[in-house]
């Protein structure tokens, strides 16, 4: 998906929200756990529910990949039920020598049909590049993130400048607006009105409102440009809203809120 249709999604729905399809089996309703298609039925009336109310979904690789070939399935057939219509993460974290990125990109690109990726960005220039060779497909790298350890290395000066602002400084050269976003992480408040000034185009991945508790607020009345410029992640928050038969309608119901608090905000 390109950057127009992206933000043509985003005006014509009035929601930024990416829904994370975080699912782990011990989480999902009880009555969902003995089937042998557990994820997969829990994902679709997840997606089915919320499909109206947000403009992409991201699902952690880390959740399907913990449960082996089962769980890979799971995660492919997932994929390919999401509509064309949304905008399509792998959050991998992936990111290694070239030639071994250059097959993190075709496994995410084109075996599977993500629109973007996440990607690690410690391992410098070429580490990067192949995922940022594929026309119309995302390279989103870490910016500042949202957990704690942030501090050890994100938040350390080197020079007269944190590490985090090197990162998006630096990496911003090997990409555009058009084929880069980065994460900035929705607990780190204090940093994103200069975030957003070192880069005034590019989108964010904003995780960590709902379960880590970020302020879509501040995010929002922050870091928004004129094209929004933002997808506010929840993960959590949405798809374990109930933990009974209602699950889906009640992740629904909490999708609808964010998506209204949202168009407040566009
Ligand atoms: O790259 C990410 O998506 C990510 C970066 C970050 O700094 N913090 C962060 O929480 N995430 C991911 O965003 C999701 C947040 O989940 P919830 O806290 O449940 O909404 C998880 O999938 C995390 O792995």
Redo the contacts with the bound molecule.
């Keep these: 998906m390109d950057r127009q249709r992206l933000i043509q999604q985003i005006k014509s729905k009035n929601s930024y929200l990416c829904v994370?399809l975080?699912t782990d089996h011990a989480k999902i309703p009880v009555h969902l756990q003995s089937r042998p298609d557990a994820i997969i039925a829990f994902n679709k009336a997840i997606i089915d529910a919320t499909k109206d109310h947000c403009v992409s979904y991201?699902i952690?690789t880390a959740f399907y990949e913990a449960m082996g070939l089962k769980g890979w399935a799971a995660m492919e057939e997932t994929v390919h039920y999401i509509p064309d219509t949304h905008f399509k993460i792998a959050?991998a974290?992936r990111g290694d020598i070239g030639n071994t990125s250059t097959q993190y990109a075709k496994a995410f690109f084109e075996t599977l049909p993500f629109d973007a990726i996440?990607v690690a960005p410690y391992m410098g220039s070429d580490s990067v590049r192949p995922f940022l060779e594929y026309a119309d497909k995302w390279t989103i790298v870490?910016g500042l993130?949202?957990?704690t350890g942030a501090k050890d290395f994100e938040l350390q000066k080197t020079g007269d400048e944190y590490l985090y602002e090197k990162v998006l400084r630096t990496v911003a050269g090997w990409g555009n607006p058009a084929n880069l976003m980065f994460?900035v992480?929705a607990t780190q408040a204090s940093a994103f009105e200069n975030i957003r000034r070192i880069l005034p185009e590019h989108f964010f991945?904003v995780?960590?409102?709902?379960?880590?508790g970020g302020s879509l607020k501040d995010i929002s009345e922050k870091a928004m440009n004129a094209d929004c410029g933002l997808l506010v992640?929840?993960?959590?928050?949405v798809i374990y809203a109930s933990e009974k038969e209602d699950f889906a309608e009640e992740a629904g119901a909490i999708a609808r809120q964010y998506q209204f608090e949202m168009g407040q905000y566009l």
């Excluded at 995780?207 to 880590?212: E, H, R, S």
């Design positions: 994370g975080d991201k952690n959050d974290k996440t870490l993130t949202s957990n994460v992480g991945l995780p960590g409102v709902g379960a880590q992640n929840a993960s959590r928050a």
